[in-house]
């Protein structure tokens, strides 16, 4: 008998059907004998439709108003779970978060979970009844309903396997987990059997869109296994787990790709201390995140420095921009759009040299230019032209084999 | 500077637009200086909406968890609501049902109220902030949400206003106030300025469907003045308000009418100790409400007995009492369905003889049969054939001449 968490995301309780359909996995995993916990999201569009209605009386809506309207979308689905649940004899009874007691910080619209008290989820886990909890929402110290922003059943659902010290939270989406790479852009793209925490904070940083990445964070502090699967086949799904010898013998486990990021050069900038503050601290109060950055060697006291941002900050970045150059005697600021990220991630890369070597030299053999270059202990990314983007992809996936399951590495010599 | 209970019903909130021309009543009524609190229905339909939802997954759905369900239609009104204020300038929270402290009994679907801590409403107020609070629902002693049956937002205002002493609740409907009976049967039904508690009751009870009768009650035990005005014009509605002198010159306030009952009449009932019991107690255990009874004068040792039972559960009353019936020896058991109720209605009937005799003489110069009869100390309520129905209403308000204002009753002779 296990203590399982798990989570169905909108498109998985989109109607009725649907509903009626997931709520009959729980009912098997129930009459197996699992204690169960099910986190569920709104209906798919109900928190659109519910945005809509927002903005039809308040061009802004007050965030505080906006998160008790959106609260209700998780509402709905609880209670519509738990009443097919009962229908089906199976005892059942959903928790919004002030009764699971899911306690936030106020920031409305983006709240962040700070502590559980998970008695009252126990007391009805005791009665042997299936708990519905809703996803997404919160309760601040005095009550006020609050959410936790895009994805946020994820970290509901991670944070109460936490709480609770589930054996296991399973987060059931559209997809059957997750792949080496997106399968729409390379056909070859291999369903991972398991995943490190690390590498999965890489790919949902990196543009996979399978868990929130705040969710992955959570259960790599608290150690909680996560499985990636589908609720509309039994396929087992994809395991995030702690890295272990086995994982850190494959060198690369995926290969990741976006197009979120624009890049901006600044040509001539003088080459003098305090120069790249005064670049990068208006860019930074203004809240946007600079992600990679690259300055050139010096020649004759000048430089060129480039650096990446969200697409929809570029326009504000460069107005920002302009007069600060125009005062630090800089040439001109560039901004492109046209460029996608690509980016090979693996635990193993630690132990294995060479591994940016055949990333670029795969770049090379289709002769596509390398603009910028990142790393981490983990991750190698490439900026490089858009057009060439979903071509690179394919040709990293080849260059490393991952379409073929890695072998199990002798572990003595 | 008053403290003000508004309450605005499903039609008064139906779409953005009415939400917005409501509550723009409200931004003037706290611009004049006023303290406000609104409570508000579900957007009309939306109830049905997710009664049918329910309905897919479950036939009988769970009484918990449909009320979890049915509470998020409040709850999408009050952050609306609340949104639409605030873009106005209007500083206004929502209060949910926990949030506003609204403690009831745990009789899913048909709870009641058992106390308001109006704590967190004073504080809210004292901030000079409009407050929204979601009505038709509460929480029970640990938190579990309830839902207080249809019209029960009204209950939940008079309770609020109850509770804050408030100077005035004010229940904003699609009628412009109580009239002297239904203006769709008899065009000259006469708005009322001002009704007796005692006699928004009987009206209620008999079919005025203006108000919920619950609320009323909780209106006259703790004297809150109440008004009945329309959402969609400036006029002034009807005051419902303990009964004075002036209200007790007047002997009929009003005519009501209702279809919803249904006659069973037994024969020959032999006329013994006991019967009575035998009857009724079936009746009485199936939850059927049985409301006029009459029992004719015995003749030989027998006699019949008629009495009503809504048209509802008519057949499943003569299921129960064709067994009785046979073994107490009455000779037979006969359902009507085609009969109506009228009845008038005055707090000065106390006062004034006559008044039955005027009914009965009225119905019977237009030769309408009266098949049954029953009164209370400020009704006369008279079972007629159905078809016969409407043309009595209109008899009995031009014999009572209602369609008059009263006259100011010297209190000197």
Redesign the interface.
């Known amino acids: 008998m296990a203590l399982i968490v798990q989570k169905y995301g909108g498109s998985s309780v989109a109607d009725?059907d649907r509903?009626?359909n997931v709520a009959n996995r729980v009912v098997k995993g129930w009459r197996d004998g699992n204690r169960m916990v099910v986190v569920l999201s709104a209906m798919a569009g109900e928190t659109d439709r519910?945005i809509n209605?927002?903005r039809?009386?308040?061009?802004?809506?007050?965030p505080?108003?906006?998160d008790?309207?959106l609260?209700?979308g998780e509402?709905?689905t609880?209670?519509?779970f738990?009443?097919?649940l009962?229908?089906q004899g199976v005892p059942?009874?959903?928790l919004?978060s002030?009764?699971a007691r899911i306690y936030t910080d106020r920031s409305y619209g983006r709240a962040r979970i700070i502590g559980i008290d998970t008695a009252r989820i126990r007391e009805e886990l005791k009665k042997n009844r299936v708990v519905t909890v809703a996803g997404f929402q919160g309760v601040d110290e005095v009550?006020?309903?609050t959410t936790l922003g895009r994805g946020g059943s994820d970290t509901t659902a991670v944070a109460i396997a936490a709480s609770l010290k589930a054996d296991l939270c399973e987060i059931y989406t559209d997809v059957e987990g997750v792949f080496t790479t997106d399968p729409r852009i390379h056909p070859k793209a291999r369903k991972l059997e398991r995943i490190a925490y690390d590498e999965m904070l890489e790919m949902a940083s990196l543009g996979a869109k399978i868990l929130e990445i705040r969710s992955v964070g959570f259960a790599k502090r608290y150690n909680v296994p996560l499985a990636v699967r589908s609720s509309f086949t039994d396929a087992p799904g994809t395991l995030v787990t702690a890295e272990d010898e086995e994982m850190e013998t494959i060198p690369v486990s995926g290969v990741a790709f976006s197009r979120n990021d624009a890049r901006v050069t600044i040509t001539r900038v003088p080459d003098r201390p305090g120069i790249a503050v005064r670049l990068f601290k208006p860019v930074a109060q203004a809240n946007i995140v600079v992600d990679m950055i690259i300055q050139n060697t010096s020649i004759d006291g000048f430089t060129d420095l480039t650096f990446t941002v969200p697409k929809g900050d570029l326009k504000k970045t460069l107005e920002l921009l302009g007069p600060v150059a125009r005062e630090i005697g800089a040439q001109q600021v560039l901004g492109e759009n046209n460029i996608a990220k690509v980016s090979i991630v693996g635990v193993g890369m630690k132990n294995n040299s060479g591994i940016a070597a055949r990333m670029f030299e795969a770049l090379a053999a289709a002769n596509i230019n390398i603009m910028m270059i990142s790393t981490s202990e983990i991750k190698i990314s490439c900026v490089i032209e858009d057009k060439y983007g979903e071509l690179a992809v394919r040709l990293l996936h080849d260059a490393f084999g991952l379409e073929n399951p890695p072998q199990k590495a002798p572990l003595q010599g």
């Open positions: 009725p509903i009626a519910l209605l927002a039809e009386l308040a061009e802004d809506p007050d505080r108003e906006l008790v309207l609260a209700t509402q709905v609880v209670s519509l738990s009443m097919f009962r229908a059942a009874t959903s919004l002030h009764q009550g006020n309903i």
